[in-house]
Each structure stands twice: as C-alpha cells, then as structure tokens.
C-alpha cells in the first residue's frame, strides 16, 4: 500500500513541475526563427514588442515598471540617464528589445510577462534571450504576427526616424530605432505602409528604409554603421540607436548586414571563421579576455582597418575608434571572427 501511495505522489510531483506557473498547457515553443511559421504554436505563446524599446530584466521586480515605462521613450530616457543610474543597470536589465520584434511568451507574474527576443540567439534559451517585460508592452495580435511570418520587411536604415499615422507624413506617431523591421503592406516612390504590432497599419518615409531580402555583408558598409554611432554613451543591456553595449553594437551591425549573430561576446566568439590579427579586414570582430587574452571573453569590438576597432567600452566611456594595441586591450587581445566568407575588400 505504501509502494502504491508513493507512487502516485511522485507522478503528481512530475506534473507539477513539468505543467509550471503560468505557462500554457502547450508548454515551452520550439526553437523559432523570425521568419518562421506562426501556425505551429499556439497563439497565446506568440507576441511582439509594441513599445518603441523595451527592457527585458533579469527578474519581474515592481520597482522596474517606472524605469520600463520611462523607456519607452527612448530619446528621452537615454538623455536623462546619469552615469550612477547606468552603472545601476548592470546585472539588472539582460538586453533590449525594439519595437516589432517578434517574442516568444515563456511565463507570467502579475503585470510581467518572460518572454525570450526571437532574433536574439543565444545558449540561454532555445527560442531566444529571454528575459522580464512589462505585458503591456506585448501585443498578440494575429494579425501583425501572420504578417510577420509571411509578407515582406522593411527594415529602418538611418539612426532614428519618426513613424507616423497617416500617408500624408504630418501626424507622428512615435520615434523609431535604427535596425526596426517591420512587415511591409504597401509602397510608393516615396511612401512605405507598414503593419505595426497591434494590428493597425503606419507609414515611414520610404528614403529611411530598406528590404530585408535587400540587405549582404560588406566590411567597409559593417564599418560605417558603427561610426554613425561615434560619441553616444554607452548603454548596459542595450541593442538599439539611443545606446548600445559592447556586443548589442555588433550585433545590430551584424544584424544590418543581413547575418544573425548571437546577442553576447562569449558566443559571438564561437561562430565564424578564426583570423590572424596580420590579417584582418574591415568588418571582422575582435574579442577581448580576462587574464590577458586566456580567460572568460569580456568584450568585442568591430576591426576598422589601420590597427583601429569600434566599440561601446563601458559606461564611463562613449562609443569610440581607437587603436587595439591601447592599454588593456593590447594585453587581453583573445582574437578575431569573420562571418562573411568572402568578405568585400577595403581600402580602409
């Protein structure tokens, strides 16, 4: 009789922990890709960013939801930021999702949902980075996220632009990021009707986009992305326009090239090609580690050609280009990636 009672006990410990809080009776997603088929998860796992940025958080805390909500308002918030409220960022907000992109809802708390950014890879989580954002800025609407799966993209080319309400461009809706991609109904010479994440639609002067079925890897182009961003501080957790860090840099100038790379240095450093540092071109990242050069991966920055990277160093220093061989990072030189099989050549 004891033998009978503990089993069933166990099988109703399994249950518990397998069906988890919050989590629909589907239970995790699958692996998705960002152009992927939405009719093979339920609806209620599948949502888009709706706030123009949105800080996914290490954990669901009460006091994160002003900060979300100030963000969301990027220009303004990134502008306000001291330096002790960024350095209070560190280890609290994981990364940053921007407006549109697509996620994947792995749990709920309260107002929080976790969610994983698809178009993040990452070892964390299969179906992308995950992390805690405030519901309010998800939308499921079936609509966009059909869309988003099946219609062709644009993808926002210049450091900010407005999105707005009408065709005529005269009433703004909000500001958009660089690197913003965005399902594509509807275009003119001028004009580019996009289906935004709650299911209305928006325009965006044509001259501020592109395809994404458009876009291919040139060093010297990867290179000139990243200079647009010269002197803007540096932003913990940040992968957009109004602030960046270390590897949410590479991995939106990646990402402007048209090449997928995983959200943080250490895995960046485990794709692509291994390159001498005699011979590296333009465009190729070049990682950094502790104990000088053997240790845990710490940082990455974008070769620029002449000796010189580009990279977000840390919240007391902007964006810059400087040369490899400068201080520390002589010393902790790990090595360098190439994602382009054959890169474009560069008289840089």
């Known amino acids: 009789m004891q033998k009978i009672l503990l089993f069933f006990l166990l099988l109703f410990l399994m249950t518990v922990s397998l069906s988890g809080p919050g989590l629909t009776t589907a239970g995790l997603p699958p692996v998705l890709s960002a152009a992927g088929p939405v009719t093979k998860l339920p609806q209620t796992n599948l949502g888009a960013i709706n706030a123009p940025l949105a800080v996914l958080w290490a954990q669901p805390k009460k ?6 909500l100030q963000a969301a308002d990027p220009a303004g918030w990134t502008a306000a930021l001291t330096l002790e409220t960024r350095q209070w960022l560190v280890d609290k907000a994981d990364t940053m999702a921007l407006f549109g992109e697509r996620v994947v809802i792995l749990d709920r708390r309260g107002n929080w949902l976790k969610v994983a950014a698809v178009a993040q890879r990452t070892k964390l989580h299969p179906a992308g980075y995950p992390g805690w954002v405030l519901a309010k800025q998800v939308a499921r609407d079936p609509v ?8 062709p993209q644009v993808i926002i080319i210049v450091p900010r632009t407005v999105l707005f309400r009408d ?8 500001e958009l990021s660089w690197q913003v991609k965005l399902p594509l109904i509807s275009e003119t010479p001028e004009i580019a009707e996009v289906r935004l994440p709650d299911g209305t639609s928006g325009y965006l002067p044509k001259a501020v986009t592109r395809s994404d079925s458009a876009l291919s890897y040139h060093g010297a182009d990867a290179v000139a992305q990243a200079r647009q961003f010269t002197g803007q501080g540096y ?7 109004y602030g960046f860090d270390c590897s949410g840099l590479t991995f ?8 997928s790379l995983p959200r943080d240095a250490n895995e960046q450093a485990l794709e692509g090609l291994p390159v001498a540092k005699a011979d590296l071109l333009p465009g190729d990242l070049v990682f950094f580690a502790a104990d000088n050069g053997r240790g845990e991966i710490h940082h990455v920055g974008i070769y620029s050609g002449h000796g010189m990277m580009l ?3 840390n919240n007391r220093s902007p964006l810059r280009e400087e040369p ?3 201080g520390k990072y002589a010393r902790e030189y ?3 990636r190439r994602y382009s099989p054959s890169p474009v050549s560069s008289s840089l």
Request: no cysteine.
């Open 167 to 174: 065709r005529q461009l005269t009433l703004p809706l909000t």
């Open 324 to 326: 490899l061989e400068t």
């Open 334 to 336: 790990w090595g360098a």
């Open 144 to 151: 966009f996220l059909a869309a988003q799966a099946s219609q």
């Open 252 to 259: 939106r100038v990646y990402q402007s090239q048209g090449i």
């Open 63 to 68: 006091k994160y939801a002003k900060i979300s």
């Open 235 to 241: 932003l913990w957790a940040g992968t957009s326009a």
């Open 311 to 313: 990279h977000a160093p």
